[in-house]
């Protein structure tokens, strides 16, 4: 039976409903959430980042030798002295990681410092500057996400980029530990080239495929140490709702410098760099790194390879410690040098001549590094967010006498060599 409201019925509840609700104006104000439109996406251009960093520090070696070359460490060669490992000004629009539809980005980002050394693009800036500090572009890149190739879309990088291959960075914020692991100095490349897709196949599954110009090479004659291209490929899992990663990837071309074959084709003797990195949040305190690593030049018949495992536990938001043990071995010493001159390490890569005994070898040999190291990160102003402070001790050991070379001609005299090292790291 449907119930007959009179006039007098709708006007007291009406009254009854006005007594019970907010006051008529802040009623009007306050619309329903659902009511509330949602907020616009952000401009391209509100997503622009600029940025800079720089990292500076010094390694003890109580051998002082007296070329002040710490051997089997490139970015820490300088022994008991400063040095300005890196002034990064950076300048990127990143992909949005959530992107369902076409996206586009950017990055460049340009180097200042004693790093530079050792990751120049050939025949880019690479003998501009006679000095310890050089100049170096790291990245000149742009970015794209294609909806639709894979259930989370592929993205592609077109350009010049640092490696996708291997655990640590050019960047120095993106690493553990102040030194780094043979694998990064001798086992991986520093940068490419070219261009490299990655396909979000699934959830799960990440497929990797790229084609550049080779390791650390840029393009033509003398960016190129050889008229041969080279490509990237590998496979990414997601496990564990991202708490267990592996990566493994693979790079492979010729890679040796034109006039480096008396006996075999540059073009046709393929170089490969394998490696594979396994990340493990084991909880919310301690995370392990697993990384594999594979090299061998096909030219000189020439293999090295080896294992770190990284562990981190963070105590608190500004303390963590992290160890790092490896071992790594060089079959017909090929790969682990030092080098003593500001030129000698682009111009082995290039094939050009470096100076009288400005490149030194440890021989055939298996390399053992231990290291601990301490991340501060104090309270500071968020302009500077992100300032760390990282002291670490470490033990290199060879089972040959690869360590304490003094003179060109002095092959090492020591099996053992401990550095004392701090760094510190300042974003702005």
């Not at 639709?148 to 879309?153: A, C, K, N």
């Not at 550049?212 to 590998?234: C, E, Y």
Request: hydrophobic share 40%; charged share 15%.
């Amino acid at each position: 039976m449907r119930t007959k409201l009179t006039p007098g019925v709708v006007a007291l509840a009406a009254l009854c409903l006005a007594s019970a609700a907010a006051p008529p104006v802040l009623a009007q104000a306050q619309p329903a959430p659902s009511d509330q439109a949602p907020a616009a996406p952000a401009a391209w251009a509100d997503t622009l980042k600029f940025s800079g960093q720089i990292e500076a520090g010094i390694t003890f070696n109580p051998d002082s030798p007296s070329d002040h070359r710490n051997f089997g460490h490139l970015f820490t060669d300088h022994s008991n002295r400063p040095v300005l490992n890196q002034l990064l000004l950076t300048a990127q629009r990143p992909l949005d990681p959530k992107a369902t539809d076409w996206d586009f980005g950017f990055k460049a980002q340009v180097m200042y410092g004693s790093d530079a050394r050792f990751t120049h693009f050939l025949g880019e800036l690479d003998h501009t500057i006679n000095d310890t500090n050089q100049i170096d572009v790291v990245e000149a890149n742009v970015m794209i996400h294609v909806p639709g190739i894979g259930e989370g879309g592929t993205d592609l990088k077109i350009g010049q980029y640092p490696t996708p291959i291997g655990y640590e960075v050019i960047d120095a914020s993106g690493n553990p530990l102040y030194s780094h692991s043979y694998i990064f100095n001798f086992g991986v490349p520093s940068k490419h080239t070219g261009a490299y897709a990655t396909a979000h196949v699934t959830s799960v599954l990440d497929l990797w495929a790229g084609i550049d110009t080779g390791v650390n090479t840029s393009l033509g004659k003398p960016g190129d140490n050889n008229g041969a291209i080279a490509g990237l490929a590998g496979v990414g899992l997601n496990l564990m709702d991202g708490n267990l990663t592996i990566l493994g990837l693979s790079h492979f071309g010729p890679e040796n410098p034109r006039n480096a074959g008396e006996n075999f084709n540059v073009n046709g003797a393929y170089r490969s760099e394998n490696d594979v990195v396994v990340t493990w949040k084991v909880n919310d305190k301690l995370t392990s790194v697993t990384e594999l690593n594979y090299i061998y030049d096909d030219g000189f018949k020439a293999g090295g390879g080896g294992v770190a495992q990284y562990l981190t536990y963070a105590i608190d938001d500004n303390w963590s410690v992290t160890g790092r043990a490896e071992v790594w071995n060089d079959s017909k010493g090929f790969y682990v040098a030092k080098f003593r001159g500001n030129f000698d390490f682009v111009n082995a890569e290039s094939g050009l001549p470096t100076s009288p005994g400005g490149v030194v070898g440890g021989g055939h040999a298996t390399y053992t590094e231990l290291t601990a190291g301490v991340t501060w990160k104090p309270p500071v102003p968020k302009a500077i967010e992100g300032f760390m402070v990282r002291p670490e001790v470490r033990w290199d050991h060879s089972d040959k006498k690869s360590f304490g070379v003094g003179t060109p001609n002095t092959v090492g005299k020591n099996n053992d060599q401990f550095t004392l090292a701090a760094d510190f790291v300042l974003p702005f």
